[in-house]
């Protein structure tokens, strides 16, 4: 049988307990806690709670100084839940302390002529990210077909070596930068049967995240907003729904603005975020960089520690019996 645990899609045999999967992970007689099915288990329960078909844990533990959590694409494991791009910066002294500050292990780059500084004498941006040092994944920004997407991703493999990794996005129009969801699908498709290890950007459908994470994508990566736009998550609900009902990372992509909309992705349990404007239009972006990293643990944390009910009056928090009025 299939249980989500922390995220992750793992497989256990029928009538496996609890107390079991903490004894898997190595935590039996550690200080955890464990939320089961979105309630907290009480730890003398663990050994009684037999998991079914679709069963959801959160196992939690205090950690110092940020998160120490990792999730995990395609196979490999990084611990920076922050992704960033390396466009729009004014040049490319402030793209490497941007990215620096940002702690990200995942540095996207356009393939393109222009954009890996292929003239004489100017910089190349591989120079400044080098892949001794960061996962760079190459995105086929700016394709309006699946045939375009493909190649693109193919140049991309040949330029980085033999890299599989790549993010996906097939853009519908140059107004909007919604996706085009049919070519996306088409690209995907072709991608994954080529070997591909595919991070694929999509719009916030359930529906259209699920067919993505069926035809075999490693990552799906749903706008909060249009790209570049900074409004934050429009429909944070929808990403809910998507992340629930995933068995690959979920990472937000497109539309974040600032800090705070950085740790409401994370709050909903999304795996990461990718962004590049809220970083390189800022008016300090290696402050900005700085801050999202920040905004990106805290959200985290608030995730794994499941925040408190919302009421719709007030309850005091201090304890009324003995009051000497």
Do not use: W
């Amino acid at each position: 049988m299939n249980v989500f645990v922390n995220g992750e899609t793992l497989t256990y045999p029928d009538g496996t307990t609890v107390d079991q999967v903490v004894a898997a992970m190595g935590l039996t007689g550690k200080r955890i806690a464990v939320e089961f099915n979105k309630e907290i288990l009480p730890f003398d329960s663990y050994a009684k709670q037999h998991l079914k078909e679709g069963d959801r844990l959160e196992i939690v533990h205090a950690i110092g100084g940020g998160q120490d959590d990792s999730f995990t694409v395609a196979g490999r494991s990084f611990r920076s839940r922050l992704l960033v791009g390396t466009g729009k910066y004014k040049d490319m002294e402030e793209t490497r302390l941007a990215i620096e500050a940002s702690g990200a292990e995942i540095v996207t780059v356009a393939i393109r002529r222009t954009n890996i500084g292929q003239n004489p004498g100017e910089p190349n941006l591989l120079d400044i990210i080098s892949p001794d040092k960061y996962t760079i994944l190459p995105n086929t920004a700016g394709c309006y077909t699946a045939d375009d997407a493909v190649r693109t991703c193919r140049l991309g493999r040949e330029l980085l070596g033999g890299h599989n990794l790549v993010k996906l996005e097939v853009l519908a129009d140059q107004k909007t930068l919604f996706p085009d969801v049919a070519e996306t699908y088409k690209a995907a498709e072709l991608l994954v049967k080529d070997g591909f290890d595919v991070m694929v950007y999509t719009n916030d459908d359930p529906i259209a995240a699920k067919r993505l994470e069926e035809i075999g994508c490693v990552a799906v990566m749903p706008l909060a907003a249009p790209i570049g736009s900074g409004l934050g998550i429009r429909n944070p609900y929808n990403i809910l729904t998507i992340v629930e009902n995933a068995s690959v990372p979920i990472l937000v992509d497109a539309g974040v603005g600032t800090a705070s909309d950085a740790a409401i992705a994370m709050e909903l349990g999304c795996a990461g975020v990718l962004m590049n404007t809220a970083i390189a239009a800022a008016q300090n972006p290696v402050l900005m960089a700085e801050a999202m990293k920040k905004g990106i643990e805290a959200g985290r944390l608030a995730f794994l520690a499941g925040r408190m009910p919302r009421k719709r009056f007030a309850s005091a928090s201090s304890p009324i019996d003995g009051l000497f009025l």
